[in-house]
């Protein structure tokens, strides 16, 4: 099985700076000015909405620039698993041996991979703070805690969806189950 290393998108992950962006400085508006005027909005749900912009969108903004200067391949494919770096809960090495299935969803235009494993513990055991949150919440709105997403790739999702389903089949087909 022939090695497949996937890069990130600097394209996309400026782009993705650049909507933080512009969120953050919205935010900033809703906070200082907005809810300073006479609306039809209750000026309390104005700031919370500014601040949760500016903390929401600041942090992916700081992630997108700590990933432009990443030097890590975005994700490799090999006899091994699948070696994620796509995003902010990426967590390494997934082994095929581990993997019980791959669904895809869609949340507004953003579609990503579910990997399913044996033991979705193992993974979230693996890693701590910040990363450790996102993968419960990952895990308990979806069944698991592992997803990989083509956002910050240099390639298209339905050809990443295909190739690691048929890499998952190919390995299924090589080692039968006990």
Known sequence: MNKIEIPLSKTKLLLGIGGSVLFVVLGLYFLTTMADQQTRFNPTIVKGVGIASILFFGATGIYGIKKMFDKTIGLTIDENGIFDNTNAS??????????????????????????????????????????????????????????ITSNTLKYNFNDLEKIINDRLDAQRERKPTA
Do not use: C, H
């Open 90 to 147: 990426s967590i390494g090495l997934i082994k095929w041996t581990d993997i019980r299935a791959i669904k895809t969803e869609q949340v507004a235009s953003t579609k990503f991979l579910l990997i399913y494993t044996a033991n979705p513990d193992f993974y979230i055991d693996k890693v701590k703070g910040f990363k450790r949150k996102l993968m419960e919440g990952n895990n308990r709105m979806y069944g698991t805690p592992l997803s």
